[in-house]
C-alpha cells in the first residue's frame, strides 16, 4: 500500500530545496563519501512548526531523495537520514549539474544519528565509563552519573568557551531520544542521603562503539539558489510545474 499523501506539494519543495542547499554548500552528515546528509529534525531547524519526516518519507519516495537508516537495531523505531538525488537537483534548481556530485554506494559501516544536544550526553557519558566513574552504584558497573552529573562537564565547557552560537546543552526531549535509539540506558538506584531512588544514566555498547553522525553546518555561499520549480502529488504520481 502506498505512503498516506500527507504532505503538501509545497512542504515537499521545501523540503528538497534544503537539501540541495545542503549539498552544495557541503554541509550535513558525512555519509558514504559526501556532506549533505540530514535528518528531518536538522529540517526542523531551518524550517520550525512542521513535522518533516513525512515529507522527507514522501519526497524519497518519489525518488527525489535517497535515504539510509541512521539507527541501531536497538532503537524502539527506526531513524532514517536522508540527502538529495540527482532526480531531485534536477527537479528544484536551474544550478548547473556539476555542482551535484552523487554519493557514493553503501560502505557497510553502520553511522549512527542522535539529536545535537544528545551528542552532549553521550560524550559526557562516554568519558564517564572510560574513567570507570562511581562503580559501586550499580553492582560493580561503572559510568552511571546523575542528571546533575551530566551537566557539570557541560556547564564548565559553557563557562569557559561557550559563546550563543557554542553552547553545550541538552533537553528532556534530547534523553528520551538517546533512550529510544539504544544509545543510553537508565535505572534507579539509591544514592547516599537520598530518600527516594535517583535515576542515573549510562551510556549502551551501541552508544559507546558506534561510529556517531557529527553534523557540519553549511559554507557561506554568496551565490543564491535559483527559484526552483513546484511540485504536488496528483493521481498516479508525482509531478513537476515548469520553472518560474
Not at 529540517?43 to 513525512?54: L, M
Not at 543510553?184 to 538506584?189: C, D, G, N, R, Y
Not at 509531478?239 to 518560474?244: A, C, D, I, V
Request: with cysteine; aromatic share 10%.
Amino acid at each position: 500500500m502506498g505512503m498516506e499523501r500527507i504532505c503538501s506539494g509545497d512542504r515537499i519543495a521545501t523540503a528538497v530545496r534544503f537539501f540541495i542547499r545542503l549539498a552544495v554548500r557541503d554541509g550535513g552528515y558525512l555519509l558514504r563519501g559526501v556532506r549533505g546528509w540530514a535528518h528531518p529534525d536538522d529540517v526542523r531547524q531551518t524550517n520550525r512548526g512542521v513535522v518533516w519526516d513525512p515529507c522527507c518519507a514522501q519526497a524519497a519516495e518519489a525518488g527525489m531523495l535517497e535515504r539510509e537508516l541512521a539507527s541501531a537495531p536497538a532503537a524502539t523505531s527506526p531513524e532514517y537520514v536522508y540527502r538529495v538525488t540527482e532526480a531531485g537537483f534536477r527537479s528544484y534548481s536551474t544550478l548547473p549539474l556539476d555542482r551535484f556530485t552523487p554519493a557514493g554506494p553503501p560502505d557497510g559501516i553502520r553511522r549512527l544519528y542522535a539529536p545535537q544536544g544528545g551528542i552532549c550526553v553521550i560524550r559526557v557519558l562516554r568519558d564517564a565509563f572510560a574513567a570507570a566513574m562511581h562503580p559501586r552504584r550499580m553492582n560493580g558497573q561503572p559510568g552511571w552519573l546523575t542528571a546533575v552529573e551530566i551537566n557539570k562537564p557541560l556547564r564548565e565547557w559553557n563557562e569557559q568557551y561557550g559563546s550563543p552560537h557554542r553552547y553545550r546543552c541538552y533537553t528532556s526531549t534530547d534523553m528520551l531520544h538517546l533512550l529510544a535509539l539504544g544509545l543510553v540506558e537508565k535505572a534507579h538506584v539509591k544514592l547516599d542521603g537520598r530518600q527516594t531512588p535517583a535515576v542515573v544514566y549510562r551510556i549502551t555498547p551501541t552508544g559507546r562503539d558506534g561510529e556517531l553522525l557529527e553534523w557540519k553546518d553549511p559554507r557561506e555561499d554568496p551565490e543564491p539558489l535559483p527559484p526552483s520549480r513546484t511540485s504536488w502529488y496528483g493521481t498516479g504520481g508525482f509531478h513537476l510545474s515548469g520553472g518560474h
